[in-house]
């Protein structure tokens, strides 16, 4: 019993975090701590995570990089939450069987980051829903109980950090998602 407890006390404090940290971001509230990061190390991190963590030992995710170092100036703490957001998105609203790449590419004015998985897909009218505040597709299952605020929180995340989120999707054949910042 006190397990079960403890877990909705934890999923509660979650949702109460989720709705303070949205309504700061649609109010634009929020004062974002930027400092110089490291993003490939970010997002390496960021990966590592998600594989630690017990429910997603066995998860597919690759991680594709070509430098070692891409600096940029970020709330890390935010970025990092959008990213984790995008991915366990991937993960919970698709089979175990999942296959989920995650790259990060620079040029002279662009930073991009790209997650795709080779997943259910996405139907357009869910896609033309997936930043709405509160939706939680039509394929939630049981293993999410999310407070449907995720991707409303990673778009919103981004286009405070100036960058824009895109996302293409096909049923039967998996998702792209791609975040694109100015680098000037």
């Not at 960058?163 to 975040?179: D, P, Y």
């Amino acid at each position: 019993m006190r397990g079960i407890i403890e877990q909705k006390s934890a999923y509660i404090k979650d949702v109460m975090d989720d709705l303070h940290l949205t309504t700061k971001l649609k109010n634009n509230t929020l004062v974002l701590n930027k400092q110089e990061t490291n993003m490939v190390a970010l997002l390496r991190n960021c990966v590592i995570d998600i594989l630690n963590d017990p429910q997603y030992v066995n998860a597919h995710i690759a991680f594709h990089v070509k430098q070692d170092h891409i600096p940029m100036k970020v709330d890390q703490t935010l970025i990092k939450r959008a990213i984790n957001n995008l991915i366990y998105n991937a993960l919970v609203h698709n089979t175990e069987k999942v296959n989920i790449d995650v790259s990060i590419k620079v040029d002279e004015h662009h930073l991009s980051i790209q997650i795709n998985d080779d997943g259910n897909g996405i139907d357009q009218t869910e896609l033309d829903r997936i930043f709405d505040r509160y939706y939680r597709g039509t394929n939630t299952g049981e293993r999410h109980k999310g407070s449907g605020l995720g991707m409303a929180i990673a778009k919103d995340v981004i286009e405070e950090h100036q960058g824009e989120i895109t996302v293409v999707s096909e049923v039967g054949k998996g998702t792209e998602i791609m975040i694109n910042f100015n680098l000037q």
